[in-house]
């Protein structure tokens, strides 16, 4: 791994899981790690009960953007985790690759993003710890 280590977050739409991530691993780690997200068919914005979810958590989502997943994007992250974007990801030798099985928020009110979040923010959480040690 790089001296700073580069995460690859990816979801269908790169619209829920994969920028709750991001914003997550960004907030909490701060420059210590450099964050990407992507979905392997992005929406055209991020989902609006997500950008509620994240701001009750101090962490604002609404300027991001969804992004197409690219080659180059993950041939530059040292750890790729997919959240449900199946056999769509490239593999590449000397890559990590996580896959965390999570809800998709797609259509789901706050209430339903809540615990989605939470789920991720103690995935973000380990995973800094483990980054960082």
Not at 25 to 49: F, K, M
Not at 67 to 74: M, Q, R, S
Not at 84 to 111: E, I, M, N
Request: with cysteine; net charge negative; proline share 6%.
């Amino acid at each position: 791994m790089s001296q700073k280590p580069s995460v690859l977050f990816v979801c269908v739409h790169n619209a829920g899981r994969s920028q709750m991530a991001a914003a997550y691993l960004t907030h909490l780690a701060g420059e210590r790690v450099e964050v990407r997200s992507a979905g392997s068919a992005p929406a055209d914005a991020v989902n609006p009960a997500v950008v509620e979810a994240m701001a009750e958590e101090g962490i604002d989502v609404s300027a991001e953007v969804p992004k197409v997943l690219t080659v180059d994007a993950v041939q530059a992250s040292d750890v790729v985790i997919t959240m449900g974007c199946g056999d769509t990801c490239p593999v590449f030798p000397g890559k990590r690759y996580l896959d965390w099985t999570l809800d998709d928020p797609a259509g789901q009110g706050v209430a339903a993003v809540r615990p989605i979040r939470d789920e991720i923010r103690k995935r973000i959480e380990g995973l800094i710890a483990e980054l960082l040690r």
